[in-house]
């Protein structure tokens, strides 16, 4: 796949970063500083108080869960130390297993509801501002492979890390002025911005969409 990457001013990110997180008390100008005049109510509930307890609590549930995936496979390959305690036994474990997990439901839940709550929508694009008003003009396409690529919250999700999460919440419950423009960049993704390298100076983003496509 195709990305673009360019060099960013670090300085001039995290100035545009706390530009905006200021706005947090004037939804309509952050919305139209944003380019979202549209999203005035999701920017209105973006910036106000929000509790993102339940993420952590669907991490250790998805953890769990992956866990008795791994114990189901270790029965039916006969890794398990089950395997000594007979075919049975073995039967009985996996079944029980099987029925406990389907309890949880689908873990897939948790990341729609993030996403698509307000803050996460407005941290997002404020991301992307950020990204828009720090970058050089030594834009290039690049073809890399989608393992390259680092999406902190995704990786959450599939490695199911509870530590990220913790901090994660801590960051998220903030007030919308006092959040770490630093842990935005580093620890947060964007509608656009995949990565910002503070060592090297370079930033890999998405094209914009275009507006009539």
């Not at 948790?110 to 407005?122: C, E």
């Not at 999460?165 to 993704?189: G, S, T, Y």
């Amino acid at each position: 796949m195709f990305v673009i990457t360019a060099t960013f001013e670090a300085e001039r990110a995290f100035a545009g970063i706390n530009e905006m997180l200021a706005l947090a008390d004037s939804p309509e100008h952050l919305a139209e500083k944003l380019a979202l005049p549209l999203d005035v109510e999701t920017v209105r509930q973006g910036a106000a108080h929000a509790s993102f307890k339940r993420m952590v609590g669907d991490i250790k549930k998805l953890k769990h869960y992956r866990e008795m995936g791994g114990q189901i496979e270790a029965l039916k390959a006969g890794k398990s130390m089950a395997r000594f305690l007979g075919s049975g036994f073995q039967e009985k474990q996996m079944a029980k297993l099987e029925a406990e997990r389907k309890k949880f439901g689908s873990p897939l839940d948790s990341p729609a509801w993030f996403y698509q709550h307000p803050r996460v929508a407005l941290l997002s694009a404020i991301r992307d501002y950020a990204l828009d008003f720090s970058l050089q003009n030594d834009a290039a396409w690049v073809e890399v492979e989608p393992a390259q690529l680092t999406f902190p919250i995704a990786a959450m999700y599939e490695s199911a890390d509870v530590d990220f999460a913790e901090a994660l919440v801590v960051e998220l419950e903030k007030p919308l002025k006092k959040i770490d423009p630093k842990f935005l960049l580093q620890n947060f993704e964007g509608h656009r911005s995949i990565s910002f390298d503070l060592e090297t100076g370079v930033a890999t983003y998405y094209a914009p969409a275009r507006k009539d496509a």
